[in-house]
């Protein structure tokens, strides 16, 4: 069993930064590839990043190439998304999720684990 519990979220203008953070609990934190998502109200759940195992290797949608990035510490059971240059329909509630898996899934359906959400506003 996997408890993950994001933070960070809040009232953003357009163009700033954001940083998220969603910590694990248990001890088997690095069996687990952790990946972002995000839901934006009328909307499906969506990939936003993923990275491995071991923090080596990380995956993004176009979206947010270039502006988002993930990262983790194993030593601290915390993944981070570091979020740049946002815009106002990149609004929605941000979910961390794990998956027992040594590949980066991208889709919901690989994920075993989800926190609860943290809500991203971003104002134009």
């Known amino acids: 069993q996997v408890q993950l519990v994001e933070s960070g979220g809040g009232l953003v203008q357009a163009g700033d930064s954001l940083r998220l953070s969603c910590a694990a609990s248990?001890?088997?934190?690095?069996?687990?590839?952790m990946g972002w998502f995000r839901q934006a109200p009328g909307k499906e759940r969506e990939f936003v990043a993923v990275?491995?195992?071991?923090?080596?290797?990380?995956n993004y949608p176009d979206s947010v190439k270039g502006r988002f990035t993930i990262s983790r510490d194993n030593a601290k059971n915390t993944v981070y998304l570091q979020m740049n240059s946002l815009k106002p329909e990149e609004t929605a509630v941000y979910y961390c999720?794990?998956?027992?898996?040594?590949?980066?899934?991208?889709?919901?359906?690989?994920?075993?684990?989800w926190g609860q959400g943290t809500q991203v506003t971003v104002s134009s």
């Open positions: 999720a794990a998956a027992f898996s040594s590949q980066i899934p991208t889709i919901t359906s690989r994920y075993n684990y």
């Open positions: 248990g001890r088997t934190f690095g069996n687990y590839a």
């Open positions: 990275i491995n195992r071991i923090g080596s290797n990380t």
